[in-house]
């Protein structure tokens, strides 16, 4: 059988989207070689159908595939899971045991990302209490190592997870932010925050979100958009709960008690991604578990993980921020202020989802593209205005709350593809078998820009004097990196071509 080069082609899913959606598909150098090169296998979809999942999202044995000889394989006698050569793998598409990994999925990020996704109110509310004595990067020090660790501590968990699955992970990754949700309740000082949320949470946030991204791969291919975008939202509907429920609860039962009924809450949702979080896929033969930086050597591999760094450089500036500066403008009371996070992950609940639906239907790379540029576009075209136009004490708080409820609804619904859709690109790129080893080794670069990203933003407010307007500035310029970045992989892939299916 003729191979073909890593990644996914333009046009794979145009023609034969409703044949895919309907029955396991193969991987993407097989569909791309069976439906482009071969006229006579135009039906393949069809005749596959003879071997499609079961109810429980079992897959067929190899025995089965190569007897039927769906694909014209050259194979002559049943090989073991392992040795299937990577152009036969078969997709599920669907099935009980699929979803129930995109569940178990969501119940891990609604944890990982919802603890991820409530910084800012941690960060408005330590700055006023507990760390009152502590300037803005001292503090934003703290978040900025939790997010580090978040995505660094990949660089192994990808590999292993890709030789051994996911099962000890995640445990690993439950027992790490549990005791880092449960201890927050007893800091009161620096050093306490940093070793508890820092350390403990940003290993746990780790454990789990990259299995949680990774498995999903194992189970969906022409579908893995929307089932990424599926578990994704978790994240996003944490941050819309939480800070709400933290910032009813403090003035009620106290700090402590507060991170504690968030703990139990955890450990509930846990339980779940613990159940359900499962690998499908054989290692590679003669895998290893140690991370392959040679895998840079590839221009669009290399040019998608700087595009991701920028991305993510970006991302968490308003995620950490947006609270701190609507307390700080005045333009409306503490209560509303906390609030502002919600409304920004509520949007980012719809951008995680719709924008994987999406990319499933006009191309990965094409959906991308447009979310950064409206990310791009809507914090040049209303957060830095407002920035700006909050330090004129002339300035009605009206206006400047307007541009700020705009700005979280739109950011939030863009942003939300940052999350879902940057695996799904990355995946693009490799074999699935592959895929663990790529995604953390994307995300170790990745991991480096978030550790330098907030406290160099809470240097930037205090050589701008308190003033918001130059981290503004800073974050839609990232994006506008961002673009170019994703915009060159594209061109790389499709050709300059607009309409190009990629």
């Known amino acids: 059988m003729n191979t073909q080069s890593k990644g996914s082609k333009p046009g794979l899913f145009r023609a034969n989207s409703l044949a895919l959606s309907l029955n396991p598909t193969t991987s993407p150098q097989t569909a791309a070689t069976a439906w482009s090169q071969d006229p006579e296998k135009q039906s393949w979809p069809r005749r596959q159908s003879q071997c499609s ?29 392992a040795s299937i050569p990577k152009d036969e793998v078969i997709y599920p598409e669907g099935g009980l045991r699929a979803w129930l990994v995109v569940f178990g999925s969501f119940c891990g990020m609604l944890a990982a990302f919802g603890y991820m996704n409530i910084i800012g109110v941690y960060q408005a509310y330590l700055a006023e209490n507990q760390l009152g004595g502590f300037d803005e990067q001292a503090i934003g020090w703290i978040f900025s190592v939790y997010v580090f660790l978040a995505f660094f501590c990949g660089v192994q968990i990808g590999p292993v997870f890709d030789a051994h699955g996911p099962r000890w992970i995640v445990a690993a990754g439950t027992v790490f932010l549990l005791l880092s949700v449960f201890l927050m309740g007893e800091c009161t000082k620096y050093w306490h925050f940093m070793i508890v949320f820092g350390i403990l949470g940003g290993i746990g946030t780790s454990l789990i979100f990259t299995p949680a991204v990774s498995s999903i791969g194992h189970w969906f291919f022409a579908k893995r958009g929307t089932a990424t975008g599926i578990a994704a ?16 609860l403090f003035p009620k039962i106290g700090w402590a008690w507060s991170n504690r009924i968030l703990a139990f809450i955890f450990a509930g949702l846990l339980i779940f991604a613990n159940l359900f979080i499962r690998s499908r896929l ?44 609507t307390l700080h403008s005045g333009a409306s009371n503490p209560t509303f202020a906390y609030q502002i996070i919600a409304i920004f992950n509520a949007g980012s609940c719809i951008g995680r989802w719709i924008p994987g639906y999406m990319a499933d239907m006009m191309g990965r790379y094409n959906t991308m593209l447009l979310t950064v540029a409206l990310c791009m576009i809507s914090t040049l075209g209303l957060w830095v205005p407002a ?102 992989v594209r061109v790389i892939k499709a050709g300059w071509k607009l309409t190009a299916f990629y």
């Open 53 to 81: 999942v079961s109810p429980d999202g079992s897959i067929p044995t190899a025995k089965s595939k190569v007897e039927e000889n769906d694909l014209g394989s050259d194979l002559s006698s049943p090989a073991s899971p």
């Open 233 to 248: 939202v978790g994240g996003s509907f944490g941050g819309v709960i939480f800070p709400l429920m933290l910032q009813n």
């Open 282 to 325: 054989p290692p590679r033969p003669g895998g290893s578990v140690l991370p392959d930086f040679k895998i840079f050597m590839d221009p669009s591999f290399l040019l998608c993980t700087v595009g991701t760094f920028f991305l993510e450089y970006g991302l968490f500036v308003p995620i950490t921020y947006l609270v701190s500066y």
């Open 387 to 488: 920035t700006v136009l909050s330090e004129n004490a002339e300035t009605p708080s009206s206006t400047i709350l307007g541009l700020l409820i705009c700005y979280c609804v739109l950011m939030g619904f863009a942003s939300g593809s940052n999350i879902s859709l940057t695996p799904v690109c990355v995946g693009m790129l490799c074999d699935t078998e592959e895929y663990g080893r790529y995604y953390a080794t994307c995300y170790t670069i990745v991991s480096f820009g978030t550790l330098t990203g907030i406290p160099i933003c809470g240097a930037i407010i205090q050589a701008s004097g308190g003033a918001y307007w130059g981290v503004a500035l800073w974050t839609g310029i990232c994006y506008v990196l961002a673009f170019g970045c994703f915009a060159a």
